[in-house]
């Protein structure tokens, strides 16, 4: 929908150039806050988007330390 497109979008443009702990502080407050306005029926959305950042950035530390463990197995 479009909704979770518009903020996929913000928490994406939130990420750009972000440490992993600085992407652990995004959350749906923060989307909504760029939003400014955001219809009360969509702004969960903001949160999903939020949540999915986390789980990226889990995922890409799992892999990493995974890569780790690899490399130092050598």
């Known amino acids: 929908c479009g909704a979770s497109t ?10 750009i150039g972000k440490t992993a702990d600085e992407l652990e502080d995004i959350t749906g407050e923060d989307i909504l806050s760029m939003l400014g306005f955001f219809p009360k029926e969509d702004q ?6 939020a949540e ?3 789980e990226a950035l889990g995922e890409y530390l799992k892999k990493q330390l995974r890569i780790t463990s690899e490399t130092k197995a050598i």
């Not at 518009?6 to 990420?15: F, P, Y």
């Not at 969960?44 to 988007?49: D, E, R």
């Open 6 to 15: 518009v903020c996929g979008s913000l928490a994406a443009e939130l990420a």
């Open 44 to 49: 969960h959305c903001a949160f999903l988007a």
């Open 52 to 54: 999915t950042v986390q």
